[in-house]
């Protein structure tokens, strides 16, 4: 069963530690009860969640992206509202949980948990979509990276065009599109009919975790699909410069901007990185990306904390948010 459970007032008082004489963002944020209230809401970003792991699982990676919804959530609601932090400007969407009808077993078919996938990427098209067309901006927190499909196809058909889309990240996720899984969302958006992913660019690659027939796939295509690989980065440390440089190609049209947390060192995802980009590195590209008017959704998926880095991941991943929402704040 997958559904869309709207989050309300009392739901964020519950996880709130109020103090007196101040005002935490859950006291200010802004709720909804249907997607049709969203065009007739003033606030410019939707925040939602997406708790599921089903994608990493076809994929074969490790589970745990379903907990970081729930890790960013407590952290994001006590946020001091103050002259940067708007609640006012954000509405608390809510999140999209899925429960398989079928026990998951070390022997079920990948096929099956990929066909559950599909029935995924149908609901994160549909809020994802609604948000877009509304004239406003989907920040999605949560899930594996098999949700990006969603996120590409619901601001295209809202828009009705092909976008370009920035993925900050270890892999491409352009496995090959013989059932749905966290490596192939890219893949699949990209052949899609009608297409869907106009330029893709890839920022962070890592050498040793990409197949050969995927970079020979790219350089068939090699003038819509790009990449900077995270060993040239390090060697060159130029990294903010080319960083620039593909959002510059990318903002001709609108464009999404991807963060998978396996691109960031040590941090607690689907495929761990002991080389990667450091958290202060990965919120200077965020907030390079949102200066950008072009930048119309935000997609921060992989994580995958747990009981001991609960609370350190749910601040991360705030951090993450505030930042975008600074930048866009400038655009």
Not at 53 to 59: P, T
Not at 182 to 195: D, I, K, L, V
Not at 204 to 213: D, E, F, I, V
Not at 307 to 314: A, R
Request: glycine share 6%; hydrophobic share 35%; aromatic share 10%.
């Amino acid at each position: 069963m997958i559904q869309l459970h709207f989050h309300t007032q009392e739901d964020s008082h519950k996880q709130l530690s109020a103090r007196d004489g101040e005002t935490k963002l859950g006291q200010s944020i802004q709720y909804i009860s249907s997607l049709d209230d969203l065009k007739n809401h003033t606030s410019r970003y939707v925040v939602f969640g997406i708790c599921e792991d089903m994608g990493v699982q076809a994929n074969f990676g490790k589970t745990g992206t379903a907990k970081a919804w729930s890790a960013f959530l407590r952290s994001f609601l006590n946020i001091q509202d103050n002259k940067y932090n708007h609640g006012s400007s954000i509405i608390l969407l809510g999140h999209i949980s899925v429960k398989p009808d079928f026990t998951i077993t070390a022997e079920t078919p990948k096929e099956e948990l990929g066909a559950v996938v599909s029935r995924i990427d149908k609901m994160v098209t549909q809020v994802v979509k609604a948000i877009v067309a509304a004239g406003k901006i989907p920040i999605a927190i949560g899930g594996g990276h098999n949700n990006a499909f969603g996120m590409i196809k619901g601001t295209a058909t809202a828009l009705n065009t092909a976008i370009n889309v920035i993925n900050i990240d270890a892999h491409t996720d352009l496995r090959t599109a013989d059932y749905r899984h966290s490596g192939n969302g890219f893949r699949y958006a990209y052949e899609n009919e009608p297409r869907l992913l106009n330029k893709y660019c890839i920022f962070g690659l890592h050498k040793n975790y990409t197949p050969a027939y995927i970079f020979e796939w790219i350089e068939a295509r090699k003038e819509e699909v790009k990449y900077v690989l995270f060993e040239d980065i390090i060697a060159e440390n130029n990294g903010r410069e080319l960083y620039k440089d593909m959002i510059a190609e990318l903002s001709v049209t609108s464009f999404g901007l991807e963060l998978d947390c396996d691109a960031i060192e040590n941090f607690s995802s689907s495929a761990i990185t002991p080389s990667g980009f450091n958290l202060s590195d990965i919120r200077n590209l965020i907030s390079i990306t949102g200066l950008s008017k072009k930048c119309s959704y935000f997609h921060l998926c992989e994580a995958a904390p747990t009981n001991k880095n609960m609370t350190q991941i749910g601040k991360a991943l705030s951090y993450m948010v505030t930042d975008f929402i600074h930048s866009k704040n400038e655009d």
